[in-house]
């Protein structure tokens, strides 16, 4: 048995006491174990709760690595009991592997063991703890922080209640002082000990009471007691307070009804403090009947939706539910403006809602074309509510009667049900507040519904409800499903509705240039951009910038020119708009693209101080310090971002590349084996071990591996990854076994079974743009020119990536065209041995070890594969060229690389070892005997 302790510490012990530190030294799986503990009755969460608490910014991919990472993080270390996955939407913890102190808290309460409760209730959950970026869970810890702290109070409150009536005034003194501690604000609570203190003999305690809480109101609040405390200070100064001790009055003991109560976080008018000079009635304008009114209607609108947030789940996630507040109407104009605007206001100040307030209010107003200056009125409210993923919309009228004041709210979700229209009348402005409380009391436990809202639209500027929604659709299968041909009907739809929708026509130009030549005209990107910039007037800075990237690129050109081009619109953006995260990550990509691999760091880093915490920001950050050889900077970062997200296949990926940078192939086979050994983190390590084995010619184990995956994603129909695989593989082979007919044979096999045309557009790129590559280093020119044909009518991915036609090139002896070509790439240093054989072909020996040379110092982060095809070649290259020029020590150096990289080398593959140690020690020699003759 486990014992998980989160009630005023945090401890995780074995049953034999020893401590469990490295799950609490990881606060986000720390978090996680306790919010699995302290689900009510020990029911399971739901997976998708978990996703949008705990990782909010992640894609949908990246979160369920990191959600399974975490999981499989506790099973290692609390034991694969400790647990439960019920499903594929469910996950819980198991009682019977692991006890939580805040699961038996929550337990003896229900059983009313009131006792009990205090004892287990050590104090705040979680104290001190805070989870970066996971603002949903942190609501959520402050919603139950306050829910535990009341339920503890209420349990003190019923055993004061109950040692009251025994006339056991010690222990009713020692229990109404504990919850005096657990609700240091609530003024009932405090006169209840006072008046049992004074009972007991001890006035004094009982005014040293009333002296520390004034203190503490004075300090925290700017305010003073309640007059009820006040008289009641005074009767215990005049020996008048005898009547409270021994039972409960209607006026001030605390029941346990009342104290039930304050799990609500409502406070009752004899709560309320005094207003300080910040928040006098004077701000606002409004006369203080009115005022008092309002007050009232935030406290009962508040208790309700307490409620409501207990029995009904109005957010998609279990985070703080978004509230968007209409203005009231009122015959007076401004009145109903400034109660909207009030509430609003009020309720964002509120634990347990949020309100749709202040700038985020006017920005999402300005999206929908919409002047912030008028007033919201409830149709406004409501499509506000269906874009920004609200819960529910308020809205009111404030009406004069015959009668009186009449003052009507309306609480209606996002789907147009409405869930409950509280009305209060009051026959004189005196009358207003209690109606109002009294009001918010009946309601608070009389409503049941359920459903969800709907998830939160796009972020970007129409004015068409019904075109946002077919937008974001296209969104989600374009960047979710990676199906660009499906998007493109929504969008189409999205300008259909709305002409004038800047957005929508640039992402139906991004979605036409990933078809490549299935676009309906040669120009229609072009021409879809270009439109997208003449709607562009009064759009964010954000959509801006993205109109405008696409235009850079719209249409045939100088590919270097086109990313300098980018990398300064973001470098101008960027300096107005210095704490854009997602800028800052586009321009660190920019920047690696055109070869600038130590500028793309700062950027990276920036975007992480800015709170654009992502998965793909640590990426490229990790890419440019590996780039960069500031090997220990990567590995921090890589320690962080596995701290924050979990480990995934990305982060092995680049772990991996951090290993291949090093050439560190022990940490390497490290990697690929922890990545392999919990089949519960759902992370597949990919070509990482056969890469791993394949340079140090493990080739025999590498070709078992690669045949196993292979095998996989062929039963799976996921032929495009298997292309690529392959693709790879091919070549991988031939670098390592110098066998170019076979592995040109497997190459073209798969093409013939699987050819790249039928499969899915956005995919087939990567195909053509992998397999022509390869195609090219094994020599088939016309292979690779075909794929270089199916590229250039898809330019931007082929722009982007490696330089096809220098392979070619040099694959047709075309030497100083593939020099040109290759020369101009600056993005990968894979396309250095190429070059180096074309500059040893022309006779330039000087350059080619300069350029072979290079490859051996410059590490290739975006792909640590080209080390399993080139790096012994390279090397081999390097001592003959050194051995030529004379240079015997550095040939010896090079050969000796050789045989250190190949000593675990498969018995067929030893001879490329041996023949290194024998040039290596042929070199040695004629050093050796050159130093002889000098002497």
């Known amino acids: 048995m486990i014992r998980l302790r989160v009630l005023g510490t945090i401890d995780l012990r074995r049953e034999d006491g020893s401590a469990i530190d490295a799950v609490l030294r990881q606060p986000k799986r720390a978090a996680l174990l306790t919010y699995l503990a302290a689900s009510p009755g020990g029911v399971a969460r739901r997976r998708d709760v978990i996703l949008a608490m705990f990782w909010p910014e992640a894609d949908d991919r990246h979160a369920r690595d990191a959600l399974s990472a975490s999981l499989g993080f506790l099973r290692r270390n609390l034991g694969p009991g400790a647990i439960t996955v019920r499903g594929e939407q469910e996950i819980g913890f198991d009682p019977r592997h692991l006890l939580a102190d805040v699961a038996e808290f929550l337990r003896v309460v229900e059983e009313h063991r009131d006792e009990d409760a205090l004892s287990l209730y050590g104090g705040e959950l979680l104290p001190g703890l805070y989870v970066q970026d996971a603002p949903g869970f942190g609501e959520w810890l402050e919603r139950e922080r306050a829910r535990l702290r009341a339920l503890a109070t209420a349990s003190a409150g019923r055993l004061t209640e109950h040692a009251a009536a025994a006339r056991m005034l010690e222990a009713a003194t020692a229990y109404a002082r504990r919850a005096a501690e657990l609700a240091p604000d609530d003024e009932k609570l405090l006169r209840r000990l006072m008046s049992l203190e004074a009972a007991a003999g001890n006035r004094s305690a009982a005014l040293r009471t009333y002296e520390g809480f004034a203190a503490h109101v004075a300090t925290e609040y700017d305010a003073a007691p309640s007059p009820e405390t006040i008289a009641l200070v005074a009767a215990i100064k005049n020996h008048g307070h005898t009547s409270h001790a021994a039972s409960a009055t209607d006026g001030d003991a605390v029941g346990a009804r009342d104290v039930a109560q304050l799990g609500a976080s409502v406070e009752k008018p004899e709560q309320s403090r005094t207003t300080s000079h910040r928040d006098a009635p004077v701000q606002t304008g409004l006369r203080l009947p009115v005022l008092l009114a309002l007050s009232a209607l935030v406290f009962a609108l508040v208790a309700l939706l307490a409620a409501l947030n207990r029995r009904d789940t109005l957010t998609a996630s279990d985070g703080v539910p978004l509230l968007v507040v209409a203005d009231f109407s009122a015959t007076d104009t401004v009145l109903g403006v400034t109660t909207g605007a009030w509430l609003r206001s009020t309720l964002g100040r509120t634990p347990g809602v949020r309100s749709l307030e202040g700038a985020e209010l006017a920005e999402a107003l300005r999206r929908m074309r919409r002047d912030p200056m008028r007033p919201l009125d409830d149709s406004v409210a409501r499509e506000l509510a269906i874009r920004e993923g609200a819960a529910a919309v308020v809205s009111g009228q404030i009406r004069e009667t015959d009668s009186g004041r009449e003052i009507l709210t309306e609480l209606v979700r996002s789907d147009g049900r409405v869930l409950v229209r509280p009305r209060t009348l009051a026959a004189s402005s005196a009358d207003v507040l209690p109606a109002l409380v009294a009001l918010g009391e009946r309601l608070r ?32 299968l374009r960047y979710n499903a990676l199906d660009s041909r499906d998007a493109i009907p929504y969008y189409e739809r999205a300008i259909r509705l709305d002409s004038t929708f800047a957005m929508a026509y640039s992402q139906l130009g991004g979605a036409w240039n990933e078809l490549g030549s299935a676009a309906p005209t040669p120009d229609t990107v072009e021409k879809l951009w270009r439109t997208a910039m003449r709607f562009a007037d009064g759009l964010s800075p954000g959509e801006l910038l993205a109109i405008r990237d696409g235009m850079i690129f719209a249409g045939p050109g100088d590919p270097t020119s086109k990313f300098d081009e980018a990398v300064r619109l973001y470098q101008d953006h960027l300096r107005l708009n210095p704490d854009d995260g997602q800028a800052l990550w586009n321009l660190s990509w920019y920047l690696k693209h055109v070869g600038r691999w130590a500028e793309s760091e700062a950027p990276a880093l920036q975007a992480l101080r800015t709170g654009y915490e992502m998965p793909r920001v640590y990426d490229e950050l990790v890419l440019a310090q590996i780039a960069g050889t500031k090997f220990r900077e990567a590995e921090r970062s890589l320690r962080a971002w596995r701290d924050r997200f979990g480990p995934s296949q990305l982060w092995y990926r680049d772990a991996f590349r951090l290993a291949a940078a090093r050439r560190d192939y022990v940490a390497a086979d490290s990697l690929t084996a922890e990545a392999t050994r919990d089949r519960t983190w759902n992370v597949q390590p990919g070509q990482l071990p056969v890469v791993a084995l394949a340079i140090r010619g493990r080739f025999r184990e590498a070709e078992a591996l690669q045949a196993k995956q292979m095998a ?13 695989a392959i693709s790879w593989f091919a070549a991988i082979r031939a670098g390592v076994t110098g066998d170019t007919a076979a592995s040109l044979a497997m190459l073209h096999n798969v093409l013939r079974r699987h050819p790249p045309g039928s499969l899915s557009g956005s995919g087939s790129m990567h195909i053509y743009k ?12 016309a292979g690779a020119s075909a794929m270089l044909t199916s590229l250039q009518h898809n330019w931007y991915f082929y722009r982007i990536d490696y330089n096809l036609r220098g392979l070619i090139y040099l694959a047709e002896r075309r030497y100083p065209e593939a020099i040109t070509e290759l020369g101009q790439v600056r993005y990968t240093s894979g396309r250095l041995p190429p070059l180096g054989h074309a500059y040893e072909a022309i006779g330039a020996t000087d350059s080619a070890i300069a350029v072979y040379e290079r490859f051996l110092v410059e590490p290739d982060p975006d792909s640590p594969a080209w080390d399993a095809i080139f790096l012994v070649h390279v090397l081999e290259r390097l001592g003959d060229l050194y051995t030529l020029k004379g240079e015997n020590a550095l040939a010896a150096a090079r050969y000796e690389l050789v045989a250190e ?18 040039l290596a020690a042929h070199e040695r020699s004629v050093v050796a005997r050159g130093h002889l003759t000098v002497r």
């Not at 000593?903 to 041996?914: F, I």
């Open 901 to 918: 990289v190949l000593k675990e080398a498969d018995p067929e593959l030893q001879w490329r070892a041996r023949r290194a140690r024998e």
């Open 712 to 724: 996989m994603l062929e039963q799976a129909g996921n032929y495009g990854a298997l292309i690529r």
């Open 770 to 781: 992998d397999a022509g590559r390869h195609l090219g280093l094994l020599g088939d020119t």
């Open 445 to 476: 436990g009389s409503i049941v519904t359920s459903g969800h809202s709907r998830s939160a639209l796009r972020s970007v500027t129409t004015p068409s409800l019904e075109a946002l929604i077919a937008y974001t659709e296209g969104d989600r």
